[in-house]
């Protein structure tokens, strides 16, 4: 009997960044209340997760998390290694590494500093000018995702 339950492949991270990095922009650009700025930033962080997730897949050239299994990268897919951003970035592999520029590096730098839990929550309620160079920042990995994930 096969696994059950959901697939999360390559292709899933890969779109999922991208629509967690344009929902980021819409709340950032167009909020109907402070509090969506909160919002802005949580989907930053889950954009800027769900680009690494993608980009260690194609790095160990499988095709789902599944395919990890057993392996030490597995462990950079589940429990709070699985949501740490410098971690990901950390376990990404030299090919994929080896594509990364100074921008993604202060990107990551940016990104690492958010707090995600107290963003998710509401405890911390950023202004426009703290929430920006967030969203910047991970539309910056969105953007080197799709240049190194095929």
Not at 40 to 53: I, S
Not at 64 to 84: M, R
Not at 88 to 103: H, K, N, V
Request: glycine residues 8%.
């Amino acid at each position: 009997m096969g696994k059950v339950g959901p697939q999360y492949t390559r292709q899933s991270f890969f779109d999922a960044a991208r629509r967690r990095v344009r929902e980021a922009r819409v709340l950032l650009d167009h909020p109907t209340s402070q509090k969506q700025r909160d919002g802005a930033v949580t989907m930053a962080l889950v954009a800027a997760e769900c680009a690494l997730k993608a980009a260690l897949l194609q790095g160990h050239q499988v095709n789902s998390i599944d395919d990890l299994w057993g392996g030490p990268v597995a462990d950079l897919f589940k429990g709070k290694k699985g949501h740490d951003l410098l971690e990901l970035w950390r376990g990404l592999p030299a090919p994929i590494s080896a594509q990364t520029t100074a921008a993604e590096d202060q990107a990551m730098i940016c990104l690492n500093g958010a707090d995600t839990y107290l963003h998710r929550y509401g405890v911390k309620k950023p202004r426009r000018e703290h929430a920006e160079p967030l969203v910047k920042s991970a539309e910056r990995l969105v953007a080197w995702m799709n240049h190194v994930v095929t």
